[in-house]
C-alpha cells in the first residue's frame, strides 16, 4: 500500500495494489476515483482536492491505527 500526494494537483492517490495495466475508473463525486484492476478488485482511489478532504478530520493528520493491537500512528500534513 502506497499513498502518494501532489501539491502541484492537490491530489493524493492511495495504491491498494501492485502495478496492473490497466484499470477502470469509477467516478464516485467530484472529488473520489475509484480505479479498478481488471479481476474486479480495488486497486487505487483517487482523491482531488485532497488538502481540503485530508485535513477535514483529525486536525491535518494522517492517522493510521492497526485495530489489532490498538496502536495509533499520526503523521502531519504539510502546506
Known amino acids: 500500500m502506497k499513498l502518494t500526494y501532489d501539491p502541484r494537483a492537490n491530489v493524493a492517490?492511495?495504491?491498494l495494489c501492485?502495478?496492473?495495466e490497466q484499470v477502470e475508473t469509477l467516478k464516485i463525486s467530484d472529488e473520489l476515483n475509484i480505479d479498478l484492476?481488471?479481476?474486479g478488485t480495488v486497486y487505487g482511489?483517487?482523491?482531488l482536492n485532497?488538502?481540503?478532504?485530508?485535513r477535514a478530520a483529525d486536525g491535518g493528520r494522517f492517522v493510521i491505527f492497526n485495530e489489532a493491537k490498538?496502536?495509533?500512528q499520526a503523521v502531519a500534513l504539510e502546506g
Do not use: V
Open 37 to 39: 484492476a481488471p479481476d
Open 45 to 47: 482511489i483517487e482523491l
Open 70 to 72: 490498538g496502536q495509533e
Open 50 to 54: 485532497a488538502n481540503d478532504q485530508l
Open 13 to 15: 492517490y492511495l495504491r
Open 18 to 20: 501492485d502495478r496492473t
